[in-house]
Structure formats: structure tokens, C-alpha cells
């Protein structure tokens, strides 16, 4: 299941995108689809509270409290294909900069032949990025089903009442396996911190090593134990 999610201005905008973006979808990728469309950033936000994976999305940044939002909508959807819609008279520093790092950029007012160009060429590219994402799936299962989770949108690992937890920020995946046998199927950005945790070092927001303990983007506080400081410590030195 690919996720979309846009954000724009105004109804005829988003009517616009319902038509054009399933048309993208279908040409360039094989996989499910499902949309959620909105001119509201309080609605849009709790959208991306309460699912944790979001694929694509689309942002007008002259959209009402849409600019104020923008570092918040990466730190929640780091992995994000992100398109910005933003007006041809705006500073680009205000949405091209530190910490958003979009994807493809539209620029307002457009003619639809423009927006299709983009589009065409923005599906191409992302396309090519879920083709390749295939490879990172994590299969779990859950009583009788099999689920396909994309690795790098899991927090961290946690082991308890003998089976592990893959968290996602509101989000969580129970499955029976151990620490030690998960980890052999996880990228070397997942590090053991403690004899429960796995935790993906991309997710983490602040680290507190001498307090022995490390709070996440998602704002849980995970421990750190004296057996594992040091690679979590030696990881972030190269690496963050």
C-alpha cells in the first residue's frame, strides 16, 4: 500500500490532484493506492498523527499555516517523497532550506500542461524509488497474516512479554521472534542500545548518553545500558 497525502490551497486545486495524481500512480507503479486529500493543515496533521507511513505527499506552502508547518511535516515524515507547491513570487529560502529538503517543487499559478509535466516527471523518479524500496520490506506476521512493513519507518525494536514490538510512532507491530535474529535482518542504521531495544539511529532526536537514556522523534524515551553505550556513542560520532 502506497500512501499519498496532499495539502493544498484550494478545492479546485485539490479536484486538480484527484484527477491527475491516480493517472501518475497507475503509469509508473503496480502497487495499491490510497489517497487523502484536504485544504486544512489541522486536518492534514492529524492525518500524519495517526498514520505513520505516508509515501508521497503534497504540500502548498501558501496553503492557511502550511509555511509554519513545514519543518514539523519533514520531522514526522522523514522518508517522504515531498512535492512543495508554492507561489512563483514567495522566497525559495522559505521552503527550500535545512531540514525539508523536497523532492520536486511546483510553482504557482501554473497551466495543467505544466503541473502534468512535473508530475510525469516527479512519478518517474518515485517510480523508480518504490521499485528499489521493495528490497528494504520487513515481512511480519501477525496471527494468521502476513505484512509487509518498509524498514525505515520503524522507530525501534522493543522485546517484551516474550515477543518483539516494532514500533512506528502510534503504531506497533507484535510479532514472536527475538532481538538477536530481527537484527540480522535490519540495515546497520538499527543499533542495539539495551538488552530490549533495537533503535533506528535516524529516528533519534536528542541522545543523553550520560544519563543513559535517548528520546526518539516520536518522543519516547528509550534506555541505554552500559553494554551497548558505546556503539550507540561511536554510531552517532560517524554518522549523525
Given amino acids: 500500500m502506497i500512501r499519498y497525502l496532499a495539502l493544498m490551497s484550494s478545492r479546485l486545486e485539490t479536484r486538480q490532484l484527484q484527477e491527475l495524481i491516480p493517472q501518475y500512480a497507475a503509469k509508473y507503479t503496480d502497487e495499491k493506492w490510497e489517497y487523502y486529500y484536504s485544504e486544512n493543515v489541522d486536518s492534514v496533521m492529524g492525518h500524519i498523527e495517526q498514520y505513520s507511513k505516508q509515501d508521497v505527499i503534497g504540500w502548498d506552502v501558501t496553503a492557511n499555516g502550511a509555511e509554519e508547518e513545514l519543518i514539523n511535516l519533514r520531522k514526522h515524515c522523514p522518508a517522504s517523497f515531498l512535492m512543495i507547491f508554492a507561489s512563483s513570487r514567495m522566497n525559495p529560502m522559505r521552503y527550500v532550506k535545512a531540514g525539508v529538503n523536497p523532492d520536486s517543487l511546483v510553482l504557482k499559478p501554473y497551466e495543467k500542461e505544466d503541473l502534468m509535466e ?67 535482518r535490519l540495515p546497520h542504521s538499527f543499533v542495539r542500545c539495551h538488552r530490549s531495544y533495537i533503535i533506528n539511529m535516524s529516528h533519534i532526536d536528542k541522545m543523553f548518553l550520560s544519563e543513559n537514556y535517548i528520546i526518539m522523534k516520536n518522543g519516547d524515551r528509550i534506555p541505554v545500558s552500559r553494554t551497548y553505550k558505546k556503539a550507540v556513542k561511536e554510531y552517532g560520532i560517524k554518522n549523525i
Fill in 118 to 184: 512535473v508530475l510525469d516527471e516527479s512519478f518517474s523518479v518515485l517510480g523508480e524509488r518504490i521499485s528499489k524500496s521493495k528490497n528494504d520490506l520487513l515481512t511480519v506476521y501477525t496471527g494468521n497474516a502476513q505484512k509487509y512493513l518498509q524498514v525505515d519507518i520503524i522507530d525501534y525494536v522493543e522485546a517484551r512479554e516474550k515477543k518483539v514490538f516494532l514500533k512506528m510512532k502510534k503504531e506497533e507491530y507484535g510479532m514472536y521472534d527475538s532481538l538477536e535474529d530481527i537484527s540480522k
